[in-house]
Structure formats: structure tokens, C-alpha cells
């Protein structure tokens, strides 16, 4: 079985739309993309990087993360006018030597921070959602995406994952308490199918285990519906909290550290587009 640990999803409450376009597959004849630093601004350029990747929505500072330590690959990430994301992978080989984990993130991920960066991140008007929060009162959280490509290929799922750490003490890095994940979409990754859950209307496969990464263990808990969907408005976020609290799996003491939106690609160059992405409620 695929063990997962933080390495890449791990962070996003977005209060904005989005459209993430990934594509996993090598440009031929072509240069590779130059890595830029920096918050990315408004216009059709992209900015590349081979790590974390700062995008400023106008409303905060978000992060795209590419971290699969894959030879060669790059995130390029564009955003055409305020609240709207394209984002792109190239040039990952295939078959990828280590798991990928593209992601559009918000909250913490080893020791960054989304709502730093930026300066819209930081003035009084700013839609950033602050972390950590405990568990107990992180807000009434929805989130919804809509794909524009649901690929056939590759060895993939497509997800939200929410950490926890034990303190609220920052930065964070790696997460010592909980991790909730929700897939939508799974193609081809082993699934336990422990049982079964039924949570905002809707019936999920329920699998859970505790991992250990980086010399910490926390206890993993991964919801997949049960009907897969390419399209999914207004889930609600905290009934996941809830179920998992109720079995000992999350204290609603913990604290909140990050939500992340992606994928988990394990091989394969599964070309995803979203066409949409939004994400609210964190207080």
C-alpha cells in the first residue's frame, strides 16, 4: 500500500474561484521554463519555479506547490486577472521516481505561510484565512471544484487534504496530530475500504491508519465517494472533522494548520484541468 505523508497536499482555504489547469506532460522542442521568484502578477506571463510558487489572487498570498522531486519538472502557474488561476505542470518523467503532489495550497506547508508574502495578504480588508485555528472552531467551511478533464490515464486521485498539528506554535512544518483527506476522483491507488460513512449527503469509502514521516506519527484518516465525481458544490467541510473526532481519529482541540487542493499522481502524465476552485469559511 501507498503510504502518503506531507510532502506535498496540505494547505488551502481559498475564498476565491479558481481555474487550475495541470498538465503532466514533457513540451518537446521547447526550452525549459526560466524559475522566477517572486508574487505573480496579473497578466498572461507565467511565472515557473521547480518548488513553491507565490500567487497573489489580490485578496491574499497563495501558494502553488510542485514538490515531487522529479527531474526536470516545473510548476508554471498564471493568474489572467484577479481571482483566477491557471496552472500547469511540464516536463515530468514518466515513470515519476518518486510520487508527485501538485497542489494549489493556503495556511501552512513547511514553514510557509499564505497569508505572508503579499501585501493584499496583509492589510485589514484582506479575504486571507488565518491559521492555525483549533479544530473546534475553524468556521462553516465549503469548498467546491468542477473539473474540465477527467483523464483516463496515469495512476492518480484528485483531493483536498486538511492537517493538524498538536500547538498552535509556528511555523509549521511537519504536522504531529491529524490528516483528513477527501477524494473525489481515484484512479488505480490502492483504497482500503474499511467501511463505509455517509456525510453530507453524500456515501464515502472510509480508510485510516496512523503514519509515521520525518521521525512523527499522526493518525491519517482518507474519505473517497463512494460515486465518483468530476464536479462537487458547496461540500461541507466540518461534518469530515466531526466523524473523524468522533472516533478518536482528530481532537477538536488540535489545531487547524492547512488545507490543500490537488493531486497525488504516482505515474503516468494524467493531463488535469479545473474550471473551477473555490473554498471559504476559515475564520
Known sequence: ?????????????????????????????????????????????????TNWVPVDLGSGNY?????????????????PYPGHIEWKITSVR??????????????????RYTCNGAPSAR?????????????GSMGRTYTSMRMG???????????????FSRT??????????AEIMIWTINRGITFLHQQLAWIDGREWWVEHWTTRHNGVSWRLTAFL??????????????????????RGRVSLGNYLTAIDFGSEISSGDPQESFTYYSLTGVR
Not at 501507498?2 to 506535498?8: A, F, W
Not at 501558494?63 to 493568474?79: D, F, Q, R, S
Request: charged content about 10%; overall charge positive.
Open 1 to 49: 500500500m501507498n503510504v502518503r505523508y506531507k510532502h506535498g497536499l496540505s494547505a488551502v482555504l481559498l475564498a476565491v474561484a479558481a481555474v487550475v489547469a495541470v498538465a503532466t506532460a514533457a513540451v518537446a522542442g521547447t526550452s525549459p521554463p526560466v524559475p522566477q521568484a517572486g508574487v505573480t502578477h496579473y497578466g498572461t506571463t507565467p511565472v515557473c519555479g
Open 63 to 79: 501558494l502553488n506547490v510542485y514538490n515531487g522531486n522529479a527531474p526536470g519538472g516545473y510548476t508554471c502557474i498564471k493568474v
Open 94 to 111: 514518466d515513470p515519476v521516481s518518486e510520487w508527485l503532489y501538485p497542489n494549489v495550497s493556503a495556511g501552512w506547508e513547511w514553514g
Open 123 to 135: 492589510v485589514s480588508t484582506s479575504k486571507c484565512m488565518r491559521f492555525p485555528v483549533r479544530a
Open 149 to 163: 478533464n477527467f483523464p483516463q490515464t496515469g495512476r492518480y486521485n484528485v483531493a483536498w487534504d486538511i492537517w
Open 168 to 177: 498552535a506554535r509556528t511555523p509549521v512544518y511537519q504536522n504531529d496530530a
Open 225 to 246: 465517494l463512494v460515486h465518483q465525481a468530476t464536479s462537487v458544490t458547496a461540500l461541507y467541510l466540518n461534518p469530515f472533522v466531526s466523524w473523524a473526532a468522533a
